[in-house]
């Protein structure tokens, strides 16, 4: 490899990367952030490790002397987000239905899923098709080959295209190739984190990202909660809406329905199919916060959960709350409210400041995010192995 080069062609992959900048007196420096990454210095000059930006293999280049204070400073220019780790989440929810016994709440659980892929599929986009564009412009860069796009948007002209490029056909093939898709992903998250740490103006992006998929994640919890507990009163009115619905000496807090309320629900008054959605919808329980779906929880199966008292569950409550109320900053409510929980020395709550933004990051992110999963599949289990153990009966 020559000295001083510009730019260095990648002997793992044959990616092409700026490697060199400018200093004031005009000679050239490796500053390696155009988008390599000076990852090591042996002694204090000449020889640099530079971390390829596609594939991540280090070239070690000999050149310029670089001044140590600032290799330092590349080098130490922290990764605060740790964006990589946002979805990096067990996938093991996505077998849920398969364990699914009982037909009514397989739909249900099928919904939370869903919901669940689609926040992780958020923290993918961005670095997805970043890494995509890597891969498509590097070959055009190595191999000099035109474009795939054609001008003709015809089916055959496409289909020319893909013949006369098969490896930049791969990109355009749907679904991606397990290996394409893991390639780019990689590639992607690199440049996405080498860019965040040199350009601040990216950081409100990746922040709503992260607090875009920590309040899916409650919300898909909070829709689960409800609607199993409805879904499983309506078929299971004896004994569930018996002891929900109990008189104020009991457990519930009841208020009459009226006639014309009553026919809302069905037409001929039989309300013993519906009796989930009549408390629901009456307020004689609510899911808006841990405490009240409990609570809903208990009374119904005579039985307390003690899912509704996990840690991370309970944070990611109050961390939702904060994003959706108080746009992410941190006020003297929210410390109160860590206080009351006992959750002040949580492990994600070591950086609060009062006043500042709720200090997220993809790591802290994964987390709640699997708490949402973990507390779910084991509330759907909860609930299927109820239903199969309590037969049906006659509610008159």
């Not at 892929?117 to 993918?124: C, M």
């Not at 994640?217 to 309506?234: G, I, P, Q, R």
């Not at 609510?286 to 779906?293: C, E, I, M, P, Y």
Request: with cysteine.
């Amino acid at each position: 490899m020559s000295e001083q080069p510009e730019t260095i062609k990648c002997s793992s992959c044959g990616n092409v990367f700026f490697t060199i900048g400018r200093s004031p007196d005009g000679k050239p420096t490796y500053t390696a952030v155009k988008p390599g990454v000076v990852d090591a210095v042996e002694g204090e000059q000449e020889i640099y490790r530079i971390i390829c930006p596609l594939c991540q293999h280090a070239e070690e280049v000999s050149g310029t002397v670089l001044p140590f204070e600032k290799l330092k400073l590349l080098h130490e220019i922290p990764d605060p987000w740790k964006f990589v780790e946002a979805s990096r989440i067990d996938r093991s929810y996505q077998g849920t239905t398969r364990s699914i016994s009982d037909d009514t709440i397989r739909d249900i659980a099928a919904n939370f899923v869903k919901s669940i892929d689609r926040l992780v599929a958020i923290a993918e986009i961005a670095p997805l098709s970043t890494g995509l564009s890597g891969l498509y412009q590097n070959h055009f860069r190595t191999t000099g080959e035109r474009g795939i796009l054609p001008v003709e948007k015809s089916e055959q002209a496409w289909n020319d295209a893909m013949d006369r490029n098969v490896a930049n056909a791969q990109l355009f093939t749907s679904p991606l190739a397990p290996e394409i898709r893991a390639i780019a992903l990689e590639i992607g998250y690199s440049e996405l984190r080498n860019w965040t740490r040199q350009h601040g103006e990216m950081n409100p992006g990746v922040e709503a990202i992260l607090m875009a998929q920590i309040v899916l994640a409650w919300t898909a919890f909070e829709s689960l909660s409800a609607d199993l507990w409805v879904a499983a009163v309506n078929v299971r009115p004896n004994p569930l809406a018996t002891r929900a619905g109990a008189p104020s000496g009991g457990k519930g807090q009841p208020k009459s329905l009226t006639i014309p309320q009553m026919s809302e629900y069905a037409h001929n008054f039989d309300l013993s199919k519906v009796m989930g959605d009549v408390l629901k919808n009456e307020k004689k329980v609510d899911f808006v916060s841990l405490a009240s779906t409990s609570a809903a929880y208990e009374m119904a199966f005579d039985t307390p959960l003690a899912l509704f008292g996990d840690d991370q569950l309970r944070l990611l409550e109050l961390v939702r709350n904060l994003i959706v109320h108080d746009g992410g900053t941190v006020g003297q409510k929210f410390i109160d409210d860590l206080e009351i929980a006992k959750l002040t020395g949580h492990r994600d709550c070591a950086g609060v400041v009062k006043d500042k933004p709720f200090p997220l990051n993809g790591e802290m992110t994964s987390r709640f995010v699997e708490s949402a999963t973990c507390s779910g599949k084991t509330l759907i289990t909860f609930v299927d192995k109820y239903l199969q153990q309590e037969p049906l009966k006659n509610s008159s």
